[in-house]
C-alpha cells in the first residue's frame, strides 16, 4: 500500500491497525499514540492539500487562545470534481466562536465545521473526554461541541482538504441514525446551563425539520 511504501522511505508514520470499533474508537487510539500536541484530522479516502499543515500552523500560531481550528474544505464525488465548498451554506469565520459562544453556535447552525479540515490540540480534548464512541456518525460534531463550551475556536477562509461524498451517505438507514444522534445531543445539550433560549429554540426548530424530511 501506499502507506507502506512512505514508511520504506523512512517517513516517520506510525502505523497501527487495531478490530474496527467505529470512528471514535479510532480517533482515540490516534490520540493516545500522537506524540506532539496538535493532531490534524483526515479519513481513509479524503484529500490534505498540499500546503495544508503549513496554513494550519500559521493559523495556530496566530491564534493561541484557540484549542481547535478549521478551515474550509471541497465536497467532491467520483462523478464530480467539486459539488460545493462546506463554507457555502454557513461561514463560521463571521460567528463569534468564543468559548461558549462556539458550542450555542454549533446547536443553532448544525455542525459548520469539516471534519477533514480540522487540527486540534490533544491535551483540550483530553481534558473533555476525547470523542464519545456511543455515536457513530455525529462523533465529530459533538466533540467539537464540547470543545466549543471550554475553549475558542478559530475559523480560516482557505481551502485545506478534499471531502468524498459516498452515495451510501445518503441512504435512508443512514438518515435515521443520524436522526436518532440529533434527538440523543437536543437531550443531552437542551438543559446545559450555558445554552442559550434562543439556541434551545433553534435546536428544537432543525430536529422538527430533519423529521419533516425525513418523513
Not at 490534505?48 to 465536497?75: D, G, S, V, Y
Not at 460545493?84 to 461558549?100: E, K, S, V
Not at 455525529?138 to 470543545?147: A, G, H, K, N, P
Amino acid at each position: 500500500s501506499d502507506l507502506i511504501d512512505y514508511i520504506h522511505q523512512g517517513i516517520p508514520i506510525t502505523y497501527y491497525k487495531q478490530e474496527n470499533k467505529g470512528f471514535a474508537s479510532a480517533r482515540n487510539k490516534a490520540m493516545e499514540l500522537a506524540n506532539s500536541n496538535w493532531i490534524a484530522i483526515i479519513d481513509h479516502d479524503d484529500i490534505c492539500l498540499p500546503n495544508r499543515l503549513e496554513i494550519q500552523a500559521n493559523h495556530i500560531h496566530r491564534n493561541p487562545n484557540a484549542k481547535l481550528l478549521f478551515a474550509n474544505i471541497t465536497h467532491f464525488s467520483e462523478r464530480d470534481s467539486e459539488i460545493r465548498r462546506h463554507f457555502d451554506r454557513i461561514n463560521p469565520c463571521r460567528l463569534d466562536l468564543r468559548a461558549g459562544k462556539a458550542m450555542n453556535n454549533l446547536l443553532i447552525y448544525g455542525c459548520f465545521v469539516g471534519t477533514q479540515g480540522v487540527v486540534f490540540d490533544k491535551e483540550a480534548a483530553t481534558m473533555v473526554g476525547g470523542f464519545d464512541i456511543s455515536y457513530k456518525y455525529l462523533v465529530d460534531y459533538e466533540f467539537f461541541i464540547r470543545i466549543g463550551i471550554y475553549h475558542d475556536l478559530f475559523s480560516g477562509e482557505e481551502t485545506v482538504s478534499k471531502w468524498r461524498i459516498h452515495e451510501g451517505q445518503t441512504s435512508k438507514a443512514v438518515s435515521n441514525i443520524h436522526l436518532t444522534e440529533n434527538r440523543k445531543l437536543l437531550l443531552k445539550y437542551f438543559c446545559f446551563k450555558n445554552v442559550t433560549n434562543r439556541t434551545r429554540s433553534a435546536m428544537i426548530f432543525n430536529l422538527f425539520k430533519k423529521y419533516v424530511k425525513q418523513f
